[in-house]
Every structure is written in structure tokens, then in C-alpha cells.
């Protein structure tokens, strides 16, 4: 009986009675070279030039027996490795500078990205090769510009694990593992993703500082570097629309903008501390404000209270002088060089107090 081949890795098969005295050298390649290269082997697939068609050989050595395809090459665009339609598990390494899809000879296969690493294998019922196990380094059945991929859960914000087209079912998908989806640019490098538009029904808070209430609702489009500014179903105003004013940005009114948003920027007019009819010692709260002395009222500068730059005003609203008490260091009336431990305020007359620093201060105004 003569000998026949294996259907899938193509190994002699030796017939009964037959190859007597020289089966040993058909034994040791069958184990020793074929076995061993389906279990083991590489085969060197340049895809430079053209398509590959991995050989087939009966009882030698050959490429579609190898368990890893190592492919190489400086193609500068997507390439097929056409392989037996027969069960077969592959180590894909992909080294050259494009796409290579490792298909059948009238099958769409399964493609493998430039620099990336999967295990293929021939799905006998799917009748096609597909990805084995949780790469992720393979775009599945789509192109990996396909813009309907899907990545992200549109409710959770999780990448997608399974389900999206062109991401195989039970695949795990990296950032680093996807590198361009049409309008969508992913830098494995830094973890970021550019030039993304986001279609209607996107929902969610727009976190706004210093406790704002931001916006709850957003839709149409929300895009940046320069883009249009989003619409917004529900919106408030402590927010800055993208290329909009700051403030309000149906106005571009500048106002409300303290921290509690009941003051405009800067003074319009000197806020007023109350009228004092008793003995008062100026405070820290009182720095640019004024100080009203009613009948009966004095005022005294403390010592080491204010700091440099500080100014406090005082008006004599009686009818006679008041005194103004200097218990700090060093008091001078502008113009003089000499320390003042009193000094009268006129009648309806308006004294301002300059704090040089702590221990020294100037007084100005109708004073002596």
C-alpha cells in the first residue's frame, strides 16, 4: 500500500508493509522537521512587492505548516497572506510598515495592524480566519478607518469590550492598540484624543470651578481648537462657550464677577463702615472703606494691625473736632516729619489714613 499526506498539516503517511528499511528517515522528518514546525516554526513572509501566497508542500518543509508568520516589508499599503482554508491556528507578527489581513483565497480574513501582534486561527463554522483569544491589536472584520466603529460605552464612558463593529466579540481593546478612526486621532504616547465630534444626545455635567452649577444638558456639536461653540438645551451662565466672551456669553457683559458674584469688578464707590458715637479702634474689615464719627465718637490707630498699602478714610460728621488717637509706633500728618500721638479731625472734615506698615502710618486731610 503506497503512502498518503495528512489533510491538514500534510505529513506522509506511511502504507502498511510499505518503505521497508527506510521508514526511519520518512519518521524523523514527520516528527523531528513537519510536527515540529506546526508546533514551533516561523516562516519569513515579505510583503514588500505583492500579495503572499504561504506555500504548501506535501511531506517538506513549507509555510502554511509554520506556526508563526513573521511578516516584514516596506509595502506602504495593506497586503493579504493568503493561507489553506483549513483548520489552522497562526502567531501573526506583523513587522512590516502597513496592514496585512490574513485571509483564505476568496475569504475576507481578519487584519492585523502595522506593529501589532495576534493569533489567527480558521473558523470552521464562520467558514473564515479569525482573531483567537483577547489581543486587541486587530481591527476585526472592518478597516481600521471604518468611522462606524464603536469604542466607548455612550453610557458608561468604559471602552467597549465586545460588540462595536470591527472589534471582534470578546476582544480588549487598548488606546495604544488603535492608532486612527476617521476625524478620530488617538496619541498612544500621551493618552489622548483629538479632533472628536460628538453627535447629538450627549448628556452629562460640565463641571464648572468655584462650585458653579454648570450645564447639565448638551446638544449638538461640541468641538474645540478654534471650532464653533456647542448650543446648549439647558444651560447657565458661569460658563465660557468655546470663542465666546467672558461673563455672560449672549452678552459679553463683564459683571458678577466675585467669588459670590454679588459685586462688580472693582469699586464704583466707597462702601461705608457705619457712623461710630463711641470710642472705636479701627479694624482690618475697615481697609477701603470710610469711618463716620457721630456726636460722641473718637477713633484710634492700633499698633501692628494693618499691613503696607492699606488705607482707611475718616469723616467728622459733628459739629466740633474729634480726636483721632495714635497708639501705633509712628503716626506723621503728611508734609510733616514729626510723631504725632493725637491728632484733631475738623469739623465735616475727611482724614485718610496710609499704612506705610504695621508700626507706621500717614494721615492725611483736614488735620493738625
Given at each position: 500500500?503506497?503512502?498518503s499526506?495528512?489533510?491538514?498539516l500534510?505529513?506522509?503517511?506511511?502504507?502498511?508493509?510499505?518503505?521497508?528499511?527506510?521508514?526511519?528517515?520518512?519518521?524523523?522528518?514527520?516528527?523531528?522537521?513537519?510536527?515540529?514546525?506546526?508546533?514551533?516554526?516561523?516562516?519569513?513572509?515579505d510583503?514588500?512587492?505583492?500579495?503572499?501566497?504561504?506555500?504548501?508542500?506535501?511531506?517538506?518543509?513549507?509555510?502554511?505548516?509554520?506556526?508563526?508568520?513573521?511578516?516584514?516589508?516596506?509595502?506602504?499599503?495593506?497586503?493579504?497572506?493568503?493561507?489553506?482554508?483549513?483548520s489552522?491556528?497562526?502567531?501573526?507578527?506583523?513587522?512590516?510598515?502597513?496592514?496585512?489581513?490574513?485571509?483564505?483565497?476568496?475569504?475576507?480574513?481578519?487584519?492585523?495592524?502595522?506593529?501589532?501582534?495576534?493569533?489567527?486561527?480558521?473558523?470552521?463554522n464562520?467558514?473564515?480566519?479569525?482573531?483567537v483569544?483577547?489581543?486587541?491589536?486587530?481591527?476585526?472584520?472592518?478597516?481600521?478607518?471604518?468611522?462606524?466603529?464603536?469604542?466607548?460605552?455612550?453610557?458608561?464612558?468604559?471602552?467597549?469590550k465586545?460588540?462595536?463593529k470591527?472589534?471582534?466579540?470578546?476582544a480588549?481593546?487598548?488606546?495604544s492598540?488603535?492608532?486612527?478612526?476617521?476625524?478620530?486621532?488617538?496619541?498612544?504616547?500621551?493618552?489622548?484624543?483629538?479632533?472628536?465630534?460628538?453627535?447629538?444626545?450627549?448628556?452629562?455635567?460640565?463641571?464648572?470651578?468655584?462650585?458653579?452649577?454648570?450645564v447639565?444638558?448638551?446638544?449638538?456639536?461640541?468641538?474645540?481648537?478654534?471650532?464653533?461653540?456647542?448650543?446648549?438645551?439647558?444651560?447657565?451662565?458661569?460658563?465660557?462657550?468655546?470663542?465666546?466672551?467672558l461673563?455672560?456669553?449672549?452678552?459679553?457683559?463683564?459683571?458678577?464677577?466675585?467669588?459670590?458674584?454679588?459685586?462688580?469688578v472693582?469699586?464704583?464707590n466707597?462702601?461705608?463702615?457705619?457712623?461710630?458715637?463711641?470710642?472705636?479702634?479701627?479694624a482690618?474689615?475697615?481697609?477701603?472703606k470710610?469711618?463716620?464719627?457721630?456726636?460722641?465718637?473718637?477713633?484710634?490707630?492700633?499698633?501692628?494691625?494693618?499691613?503696607?498699602?492699606?488705607?482707611?478714610?475718616?469723616?467728622?460728621?459733628t459739629?466740633?473736632?474729634?480726636?483721632?488717637?495714635?497708639?501705633?509706633?509712628?503716626?506723621?500728618?503728611?508734609?510733616?516729619?514729626?510723631?504725632?500721638?493725637?491728632?484733631?479731625?475738623?469739623?465735616?472734615?475727611?482724614?485718610?489714613?496710609?499704612?506705610?506698615?504695621g508700626?507706621?502710618?500717614?494721615?492725611?486731610?483736614?488735620?493738625?
Amino acid at each position: 500500500m503506497a503512502s498518503s499526506y495528512s489533510s491538514l498539516l500534510r505529513i506522509e503517511l506511511i502504507g502498511t508493509g510499505d518503505q521497508s528499511g527506510t521508514w526511519g528517515a520518512t519518521t524523523n522528518t514527520n516528527l523531528g522537521t513537519l510536527v515540529e514546525t506546526a508546533v514551533a516554526g516561523t516562516a519569513d513572509i515579505d510583503v514588500t512587492s505583492a500579495n503572499q501566497t504561504l506555500t504548501t508542500q506535501d511531506g517538506a518543509s513549507d509555510e502554511a505548516r509554520c506556526m508563526i508568520l513573521n511578516i516584514s516589508g516596506t509595502p506602504g499599503t495593506s497586503r493579504n497572506v493568503v493561507a489553506p482554508k483549513s483548520s489552522k491556528m497562526y502567531i501573526v507578527i506583523n513587522g512590516s510598515d502597513d496592514d496585512v489581513v490574513i485571509k483564505g483565497s476568496d475569504t475576507t480574513g481578519v487584519t492585523v495592524a502595522s506593529g501589532a501582534t495576534s493569533t489567527i486561527a480558521w473558523d470552521i463554522n464562520a467558514t473564515d480566519f479569525v482573531q483567537v483569544g483577547g489581543g486587541g491589536d486587530v481591527s476585526g472584520p472592518a478597516s481600521s478607518t471604518d468611522s462606524n466603529i464603536a469604542l466607548f460605552d455612550g453610557t458608561t464612558g468604559k471602552l467597549l469590550k465586545d460588540g462595536g463593529k470591527g472589534i471582534p466579540s470578546g476582544a480588549i481593546v487598548g488606546i495604544s492598540d488603535v492608532q486612527t478612526l476617521t476625524n478620530k486621532t488617538i496619541d498612544a504616547s500621551s493618552n489622548t484624543v483629538t479632533n472628536v465630534s460628538l453627535s447629538t444626545g450627549v448628556t452629562g455635567t460640565l463641571p464648572v470651578a468655584n462650585g458653579g452649577t454648570g450645564v447639565t444638558s448638551i446638544t449638538g456639536l461640541v468641538k474645540g481648537n478654534g471650532g464653533s461653540a456647542f448650543s446648549a438645551a439647558s444651560a447657565g451662565t458661569d460658563y465660557v462657550a468655546p470663542g465666546g466672551a467672558l461673563g455672560t456669553p449672549s452678552s459679553g457683559t463683564l459683571s458678577g464677577c466675585t467669588v459670590d458674584g454679588s459685586n462688580a469688578v472693582g469699586y464704583r464707590n466707597v462702601p461705608a463702615v457705619g457712623t461710630k458715637t463711641t470710642s472705636y479702634v479701627l479694624a482690618t474689615g475697615d481697609v477701603g472703606k470710610y469711618v463716620q464719627v457721630g456726636s460722641g465718637g473718637s477713633i484710634t490707630i492700633p499698633d501692628a494691625t494693618f499691613s503696607e498699602g492699606d488705607v482707611v478714610s475718616i469723616f467728622n460728621n459733628t459739629t466740633g473736632d474729634i480726636t483721632i488717637t495714635c497708639s501705633i509706633t509712628t503716626a506723621y500728618i503728611a508734609g510733616t516729619d514729626s510723631d504725632k500721638a493725637s491728632v484733631a479731625l475738623a469739623t465735616r472734615g475727611v482724614a485718610t489714613v496710609l499704612f506705610i506698615s504695621g508700626t507706621v502710618c500717614v494721615i492725611s486731610g483736614n488735620v493738625q
